[in-house]
């Protein structure tokens, strides 16, 4: 590396005119390149020695605001550096000396293949040095195998299927057998197996991750909601709501969660249990404090300035991609599609290259540390499919991304203190469709008030996306996680319904009634307003309360089938698909269900739903293929569950993923004995 900086160094004294290496009055070749050499060595080594303290100073500092001070505080360095050279004829101006550094930086990164994948002689070398200085400084790991969880969010289980079918996912490829391999005849043996699975009726990462983390996502209805008793609409992707959510389920199961020992919990909505979480919303509601764990991630990746490099670049390279990509579909008139502008395309970076390489860059200090069990979210491929569709280029590219990741990960794997098993796993997938305002001129609020009898705005108020990265964003930046059409604590007083929508899936309550309304208490205030939205074609279903009957399902055509009687007569629910019933029957039994539940009309044929948001990929209600996300585990487990039976709901995939840590014959995860016949 010292050698490769020289002559970096040496290239960039030769193109920059106020970076200089020798004496006005000229020097050898011999001895400019020893001042090279000695300010190469100088810089390395206060690198070494005062960057950590830096960023460990700076960790109080948003996180993303801490990126961009690493170029000013590695050109600082440098200038020190080179005052430090005995020759004294360096120099260079501040804005040259912060260029110089990044470039050194970046490619000393490069040659060092730092993330690389492809140049694997080097990167081996380098894992083998970390693992091996890990080993010195830690006690021996124990020998039973570790187990790393790879969420992939957004990706459902078809999406996988197709990906490995077009060879953007070689990674995947191989664990399933499908690549090359030592087997008979050429062809590879799995290692994994694949099994869908299917979510609740909230298809969304604030249900599914809870409790595949936590045990239990009871009484989280859709991804967000208005909670009467402490008239607050609770958002699962706002700080506060993450953690109150996270305490509830806790005191529900009375267990702290799947990471309870001796676990690691990255860039995830909900702690899980863990020891150790960094970039951890529910934990980033906690301002103040001798140090926030949820950005301690963010330092322990910054402190190496070449990341912060390497990081830098990528995104800029994908701001760019963004721009380019969605000023082409606009060029083209791509149908469907939804604005893409503003501030979008430095989400998109954060989520496809910021909050990739920090919680990669986590996981792979976990597995070094030798950590039991570490669960990891990557939010890039749902963020993209929000804006862009669930399938085409774009998605394709960020596939072909969090593949590479996997493959970094496995390769980590060979130099840890302990062997590791992979799990991947998504906690929803997405259906294509346009926006339900794109198609009919008006989105769901609209038409709730005109049912209601209530004047519509002329311009109507778009409806926020719910993408997991706009939080993390706002956690980083500290900037608290509010949308601007969502009133935190409604007036009690006001008898106009609050209209929320998570995906195709849209709750309406009346703020001024306590208790949640039946459909003999909505007809009697509004005696249009149910059988405007039961008849709109982008209506699928509605859920209403029911004094005769408990619960009761409104369709088109005057349809009314009471929740007893779905099984034999599903009515507007058949176009849904098997579990649509019992998914609509546990929701009905949560008390924050919604006075109204609307879930948006659903097209078989093409697989399309119509969401309440601004997304042409969506999430957050039945209908697609949303509902189906996928288990990639290896062989070595036992099945998720027998032949012929399916795996149903983000609790039992935590019963599962319990049953496997028990299997590794590692430290035990506390399970109640209920829970354990459960399991079992």
Request: aromatic share 6%.
């Amino acid at each position: 590396m010292w050698a490769v900086s020289t002559v970096t160094m040496l290239v960039l004294a030769g193109l920059l005119p106020d970076f200089q290496l020798q004496s006005a009055d000229g020097d050898s070749a011999t001895r400019i390149a020893i001042t090279a050499a000695l300010g190469a060595g100088a810089f390395g080594l206060l690198s070494a020695i005062f960057w950590p303290l830096l960023v460990r100073l700076l960790l109080l500092v948003p996180a993303l605001v801490l990126g961009l001070l690493v170029f000013f505080l590695n050109g600082s360095l440098l200038i020190v550096a080179l005052r430090l050279v005995p020759s004294g004829d360096s120099e260079a101006a501040p804005e040259t000396a912060v260029i110089v550094a990044a470039v050194m930086s970046a490619v000393a990164s490069a040659t060092g293949a730092a993330l690389a994948v492809r140049d694997d002689d080097a990167y081996r070398r380098r894992l083998y040095r970390l693992a091996d200085r890990r080993r010195r400084a830690l006690p021996p790991g124990p020998s039973s195998p570790g187990t790393v969880f790879v969420q992939l969010d957004g990706v459902g289980h078809d999406v996988l299927v197709d990906a490995v079918g077009k060879d953007l996912m070689p990674t995947v490829a191989r664990w399933l057998g499908n690549g090359t391999g030592a087997g008979p005849g050429g062809a590879a043996r799995p290692t994994h197996r694949l099994t869908p699975w299917r979510t609740d009726w909230s298809s969304q990462t604030g249900a599914s991750q809870l409790g595949i983390l936590h045990g239990s996502n009871h009484d989280v209805p859709a991804f967000r909601w208005y909670e009467k008793a402490g008239r607050e609409v609770m958002v699962c992707n706002r700080p506060t709501s993450a953690a109150e959510l996270q305490r509830r389920a806790i005191e529900r199961t009375g267990d702290g969660g799947l990471l309870g020992a001796d676990g690691a919990s990255r860039g995830n909505l909900f702690g899980g249990g863990a020891d150790e979480q960094a970039l951890v919303l529910s934990i980033a509601a906690r301002r103040r404090g001798r140090e926030n764990r949820s950005r301690a991630g963010y330092f322990a990746y910054f402190s190496d300035p070449a990341n912060a490099v390497r990081t830098a670049l990528s995104f800029i390279a994908e701001v760019g991609r963004e721009i380019g990509q969605s000023t082409l579909a606009r060029v083209r008139q791509v149908r469907p599609r939804v604005s893409r502008g503003g501030l979008y395309p430095f989400v998109r970076a954060f989520a496809t290259v910021v909050e990739r390489d920090v919680v990669v860059a986590a996981v792979m200090g976990d597995m070094l540390a030798g950590r039991t069990a570490v669960y990891a979210d990557l939010v890039a491929y749902d963020e993209v499919a929000h804006h862009s569709g669930p399938v085409g280029r774009d998605a394709e590219k960020v596939l072909e991304r969090l593949d590479r990741a996997l493959a970094l990960i496995e390769k980590v794997a060979e130099h840890a203190p302990r062997p590791y098993r992979i799990v991947v796993l998504s906690d929803h997938g997405q259906s294509p469709g346009e926006t339900f305002r794109a198609r009919y001129g008006l989105g769901l609020g609209d038409l709730v008030r005109a049912g209601c009898g209530l004047p519509v705005p002329r311009k109507a108020q778009r409806t926020h996306s719910g993408a997991e990265a706009r939080a993390a964003v706002r956690a980083a930046l500290r900037i608290p996680v509010e949308e601007g059409g969502e009133r935190h604590r409604p007036s009690r007083r006001s008898s106009e319904p609050i209209v929320l929508a998570s995906g195709n899936l849209g709750l309406i309550s009346f703020p001024d009634v306590p208790h949640r309304m039946t459909r003999e208490e909505i007809d009697a205030r509004h005696p249009a307003l149910l059988t405007t939205l039961a008849n709109h074609p982008g209506v699928g279903f509605l859920l209403v309360r029911s004094q005769e009957h408990g619960g009761i399902v409104l369709g088109a055509y005057g349809a009314e089938i009471p929740l007893d009687r779905l099984d034999d007569e599903p009515g507007p629910l058949e176009a849904f698909g098997p579990g649509a019933a019992d998914a609509v029957r546990r929701t009905h039994s949560f008390p924050n269900a919604a006075d109204i539940m609307v879930n948006s009309a659903y097209d078989p044929a093409d697989g399309e739903v119509l969401a309440f948001e601004e997304q042409i990929g969506s999430h957050g209600g039945l209908g697609g293929a949303q509902g189906r996300p996928f288990l990639l585990s290896p062989v070595v487990f036992s099945a998720p569950v027998d032949d012929g039976d399916v795996l149903v709901g983000a609790e039992h995939v935590h019963r599962v993923l319990r049953r496997w840590l028990r299997e590794s014959d590692g430290p035990q995860v506390p399970l109640t004995r209920h829970q354990d016949q459960r399991a079992a």
